[in-house]
């Protein structure tokens, strides 16, 4: 059985740039969820999927925008990187109304120059 | 809204026990808790929905305290491999998105 699955594992880019990041779900999971983890702190939740369509947002600007297909699998998309965009970025996956928390892919490490 | 951990840090010896307290200031439809260890992507433990409930998963256990909005997690006669940062997530009743607390590092040693 699959866990989630993210790539890349790392990624270096300049300011001004533009990142796609990208997640497999867990097997039999249908939601996903984007989190950014600084280092020394809690996941910070950027937004969930659910059915092709963005169904909740966390504090992040409009610049963080993300995409579902139909599989289930899922992008985040940052634009006009920020240095304090350096972080972990956690993709999770879940099955609401099953009892069960999420699942948490390996993470891209990405590091804005 | 974030929940807040309690303690930040704890060091313990091998075959000792621990608590890790989160709580919140607002109403909680479930309680998650999650072990991260370095380097390494967030691993669940367990879930505790509103109710009360207490659960168990080998010598991890946790409950939850609806009425106080507070949740813990013990910890009993902890092994090595127990260490790491322990997150607790928090979700509210008619939301989606789990708020994690800060975390409290947990270091067991020999």
């Known amino acids: 059985d699959a866990g989630v699955t993210q790539s890349p594992t790392h990624l270096i880019k300049t300011r001004g740039q533009q990142v796609t990041l990208r997640c497999s779900p867990k097997s039999g999971h249908d939601t996903v969820s984007w989190y950014q983890q600084a280092l020394g702190q809690g996941p910070q939740f950027i937004f969930q999927y659910y059915e092709e369509e963005e169904r909740q947002r966390g504090n992040f600007p409009d610049r963080f925008s993300g995409h579902q297909f139909p599989n289930y699998s899922s992008e985040l998309n940052v634009n006009a990187l920020l240095l304090g965009d350096s972080a972990l970025y956690l993709c999770a996956s879940s099955r609401p109304g099953t009892g069960g928390g999420e699942y948490f892919g390996p993470g891209t490490r990405l590091l804005v120059l | 809204q974030q929940p807040v951990q309690s303690p930040q840090a704890v060091i313990l010896r091998e075959g000792e026990d621990a608590v890790i307290n989160c709580s919140s200031s607002?109403?909680?439809?479930?309680v998650h808790w999650y072990r991260q260890k370095h380097g390494e992507a967030p691993v669940f433990l367990m879930i505790l929905l509103k109710g009360g409930e207490q659960k168990g998963h080998e010598k991890i256990s946790a409950s939850f305290n609806e009425k106080k909005q507070q949740s813990s997690l013990y910890l009993t006669a902890s092994q090595l491999s127990y260490s790491g940062t322990y997150f607790c997530g928090t979700e509210r009743t008619g939301g989606f998105k789990t708020i994690f607390g800060a975390g409290t590092r947990l270091f067991v040693k020999a």
């Open positions: 607002k109403a909680l439809y479930s």
